[in-house]
T-cell receptor
Framework: GQQVMQIPQYQHVQEGEDFTTYCNSS?????IQWYKQRPGGHPVFLIQ?????EVKKQKRLTFQYREEKKNSSLHITATQTTDVGTYFC?????????????FGTGTRLTIIP | DAGVIQSPRHEVTEMGQEVTLRCKPI?????LFWYRQTMMRGLELLIY????????DSGMPEDRFSAKMPNASFSTLKIQPSEPRDSAVYFC???????????FGEGSRLTVL
């Protein structure tokens, strides 16, 4: 089964509302990355988190890596139409074998103008 | 700088035919990854190479799939014979180091009839 889950699977928000996606792993991760994939496009790297409890910000995006290093979240403040896409977390763990980067199930964000 | 280049962008073929997907990684990147993306299974790692050597092919679905990297600037993913359930978008990605960000190509959309 899936080892890295994301919730929700889909999220529809009005433009200007906030959005949060949660990433949950079945095992402790050595690091976690976040990617964004626009409709019809390819995943594009956003950020990497390494330290337990780490919080990083990129303009309206806030990324958090929880203390136990199994969970992470991405929060977007005041969404814009350009935020449309699917957001993936991806984590590495020795339990995944060869520290492979395993992608989460993704959260698809749609914006209602 | 050119990113990861994949070809073909789209391929439609009939069941039983051989399919070859091609990838040129970013120059200087030592790691190359092949991922498959479907609605049902999300982004799955098929195989990855380090310095042209296959490191982990545990994600390759079955013997019909094979991948090669004859030199640092070229890799192929071959499916022979193809089946309808192989229909997916196949992404190639490269990275400078194993723990670094992945740079994805635009993908090859495969449809097997």
């Amino acid at each position: 089964g899936q080892q890295v889950m994301q919730i929700p699977q889909y999220q529809h928000v009005q433009e200007g509302e906030d959005f949060t996606t949660y990433c949950n792993s079945s095992t402790t991760l050595s690091n976690i990355q976040w990617y964004k994939q626009r409709p019809g496009g390819h995943p594009v790297f956003l950020i990497q988190l390494v330290k337990s409890g780490e919080v990083k910000k990129q303009k309206r995006l806030t990324f958090q890596y929880r203390e136990e290093k199994k969970n992470s979240s991405l929060h977007i403040t005041a969404t814009q139409t350009t935020d449309v896409g699917t957001y993936f977390c991806a984590g590495r763990s020795s339990n995944f074998g060869n520290e492979k980067l395993t992608f989460g199930t993704g959260t698809r964000l749609t914006i209602i103008p | 700088d050119a990113g990861v280049i994949q070809s073909p962008r789209h391929e439609v073929t009939e069941m039983g035919q051989e399919v070859t997907l091609r990838c040129k990684p970013i120059s200087g990147h030592d790691y190359l990854f092949w991922y498959r993306q479907t609605m049902m299974r999300g982004l799955e790692l098929l195989i990855y190479f380090n310095n042209n050597v296959p490191i982990d092919d545990s994600g390759m679905p079955e013997d019909r799939f094979s991948a090669k990297m004859p030199n640092a600037s070229f890799s192929t993913l071959k499916i022979q014979p193809s089946e309808p359930r192989d229909s997916a978008v196949y992404f190639c990605a490269s990275s400078l180091v194993n723990t670094g960000e992945l740079f994805f190509g635009e993908g090859s959309r495969l449809t097997v009839l």
